[in-house]
């Protein structure tokens, strides 16, 4: 069975950083690629960013140089450096398993999805 668990939210002041981790547990589990999602009340789950196998990232535009999607392998984790932090980043963070056209779109699998971990940035 595939788990994953995110972990490394909190409470921050704007400008400042966090780093999500997500942990992927479950044997021969080699998604094609993974991404991060956040979701405030009352609406869906956005895209931040995803990764492909072959390390390609892909950004919503209101995060791009601000936040960094990494993945290790040997651990099976999943990373997101979150610097410069806003007040409008402030939501719930979810990790998944996909798939991607080549690193253009990503297609999350609803089977995989972990659990969330909130993140607060206060003004």
């Known amino acids: 069975q595939v788990r994953l668990v995110e972990s490394g939210g909190g409470l921050v002041q704007a400008g400042g950083s966090l780093r999500l981790s997500c942990a992927v547990s479950?044997?021969?589990?080699?998604?094609?690629?993974m991404g991060w999602y956040r979701q405030t009340p009352g609406n869906q789950r956005e895209l931040v960013a995803f990764?492909?196998?072959?390390?390609?990232?892909n950004y919503r535009d209101s995060v791009k140089a601000r936040f960094n999607i990494s993945r290790d392998s040997a651990k099976n984790t999943l990373y997101l450096q979150m610097n410069s932090l806003k007040p409008e980043d402030t939501a719930v963070y979810y990790c998944?398993?996909?798939?991607?056209?080549?690193?253009?779109?990503?297609?999350?699998?609803?089977?995989?999805w972990g659990q969330g971990t909130q993140v607060t940035v206060s003004s």
């Open positions: 998944n398993a996909g798939n991607t056209d080549y690193g253009v779109r990503y297609y999350p699998l609803d089977a995989y």
């Open positions: 990764i492909t196998r072959g390390g390609r990232t």
């Open positions: 479950g044997s021969m589990f080699s998604p094609d690629a």
